[in-house]
């Protein structure tokens, strides 16, 4: 604890030698002293305001962290009761972690899982991080509201549409023929008249690891590049016009001002998206992955590539999953949020280095 000393909060009066309180510590006591009145009369006034978060609260409160209880499971014994609701089973430690590094059997299961899944989400921050950017940089130069308007519309919508519907679409563009049972999708038809091999063109280019990768990460730019480049625009537009018009005076072309004027305005917004988009970089889609993978029967070319350990996990914790399946698929998951937790500390230290802009 620091030792305080009157000369710290008092004021002395070398004609009286008395000291006295100043004037703006008198106004900071009186605001420490009324504190709790302030928040309470600021919530009575606005109650309706703090009425539209509570279904908020809930949802978090429901989605978020009561699901966390279930984490626990990657440090119980399955074998001894039920890890989620009866109090019978036994402490397993970390044992399934252990098994995770050094058993012969899963281990090389959840390596590759692992592999994929930071592969894909590199690509996916490597590309998709970008494409927003670009976006509303575009937008930006639209002189046309009208215009940019319907443009902004047509690349918001494909983020509204459900990821069945996605990959529904995915699937019948990208099909193969299925020995002759169903014709060729569209786009599968072109990449065979630019000389892509029959045999892959047959089995569905999806379902195949040299363009599996490309597939996805395409149509996940077309599905969220767009919605993304909300919060880029918004401070693109947020740049003063003055800061145009001196860039303009000073010979600067639409180039210049966008590398010189535009791009160092939305600086800080930039670096905080990105930190926010390492901290999820693990957390690719599940669900579309999932769909994509194929049944798990006649559909398997591309499990080398597309295995993620959150498909892992979900198939290690059916019903025909190792022994332990729902811990080991529990103990994958939390080592995956574990290291996305590094990354995003990581990041955010990294950019408080680097500049002032950071999340905390």
């Known amino acids: 604890m620091f030792k305080l000393k009157c000369d710290d909060f008092l004021v002395f009066d070398e004609s009286t030698g ?44 429901l989605w978020k962290y009561m699901p966390m209880y279930e984490l626990t499971a990657c440090f119980k014994d399955p074998s001894t009761g039920d890890t989620l609701h009866v109090n019978t089973f036994s402490w397993a430690g970390l044992r399934y972690f252990q098994m995770l590094f050094t058993d012969a059997k899963l281990s090389p299961d959840f390596w590759l899982a692992f ?22 940089l575009f937008f930006n130069e639209v002189r046309s ?22 990959t529904s679409l995915t699937l019948i563009l990208f099909r193969g023929t299925a020995n002759g049972k169903q014709s ?28 599996y990768r490309a597939i996805y990460i395409i149509t996940d730019l077309w599905e969220h590049a767009g919605y993304d480049s909300i919060v880029f625009f918004a401070a693109v537009i947020a740049v003063s016009p003055t800061s145009y018009e001196a860039a303009q005076i000073d010979g600067a072309g639409k180039m ?12 800080s917004t930039v670096v905080i998206m990105l930190i926010m988009k390492i901290g999820g970089l693990l957390s690719v889609g599940y669900e579309k992955i999932y ?28 019903g025909g999953g190792p ?17 996305g937790m590094i990354l995003v500390l990581g990041a955010n230290a990294i950019a408080k280095k680097a500049s002032d802009v950071s999340l905390y």
């Open 323 to 339: 022994a332990g399946g729902r811990s080991l698929g529990t103990a994958a998951e939390m080592l995956n949020n574990l290291i």
């Open 184 to 211: 060729e999708g569209i786009v599968a038809a072109v990449f065979k008249a630019f000389g892509a091999k029959q045999e892959l063109i047959d089995s569905g280019l999806v379902f195949t690891t040299q363009y």
């Open 291 to 318: 769909l994509l993978l194929g049944d798990g029967t006649n559909n398997t070319n591309n499990y080398a590539v597309a295995q993620v350990i959150s498909t892992l996990a979900n198939q290690w914790s059916g």
């Open 18 to 61: 008395t000291y006295s309180m100043a004037p703006d510590q008198k106004v900071r006591d009186e605001a420490e002293k009324n504190t709790w009145k302030t928040a309470g009369f600021t919530l009575l006034k606005d109650w309706r305001l703090y009425l539209m978060l509570v279904p908020m609260i809930l949802v978090y409160f």
């Open 145 to 166: 509201n009208i215009v940019r308007s319907v443009m902004q519309v047509c690349v918001y919508l494909p983020k509204f549409l459900s990821t069945v519907i996605v």
């Open 256 to 267: 210049a001002q966008m590398r010189y004027v535009v791009i160092p305005s939305i600086l």
């Open 115 to 136: 592999r994929n899944t930071f592969i894909t989400a590199f690509y996916g921050l490597l590309f998709g991080f970008p494409a927003p950017i670009i976006l509303a």
